[in-house]
């Protein structure tokens, strides 16, 4: 099993950048599916990205084109690189493993968009 920490967020002006990572410890991070999730304030959590054990891809349609999604198994992290930024990604930013029945989420990072 994994554990799940996320770091890299904070407050960015709109139209900026940020890479948001989540480390995990524990063994076996390769075999994960890896998610990114966010949740807005008074909204529902929502998700955002994925990759695959084998490196496939997918996106929110609200962030495709702008949010790219990334692995280093030998670092045990997964990247969430955010550009072109907009007031609407605010929110709090989950990762999320997955292994058949196994499901672990991080506890977060703040993500600020604002002028």
């Known amino acids: 099993q994994v554990q799940l920490v996320e770091s890299g967020g904070g407050l960015v002006q709109p139209g900026g950048s940020l890479r948001l990572s989540c480390a995990a410890s524990?063994?076996?991070?390769?075999?994960?599916?890896m998610n990114w999730y966010r949740q807005g304030p008074g909204k529902r959590r929502e998700w955002v990205a994925t990759?695959?054990?084998?490196?496939?891809?997918d996106y929110a349609d609200a962030v495709k084109g702008r949010f790219t999604i990334s692995r280093d198994n030998a670092k045990n992290t997964v990247y969430l690189q955010m550009n072109n930024l907009k007031p609407e990604d605010s929110a709090v930013y989950f990762c999320?493993?997955?292994?058949?029945?196994?499901?672990?989420w991080g506890q977060g990072t703040q993500v600020t968009v604002s002028s």
């Open positions: 990759i695959t054990i084998g490196g496939s891809t």
């Open positions: 524990g063994s076996g991070f390769s075999l994960y599916t």
């Open positions: 999320r493993a997955v292994r058949f029945q196994f499901v672990n």
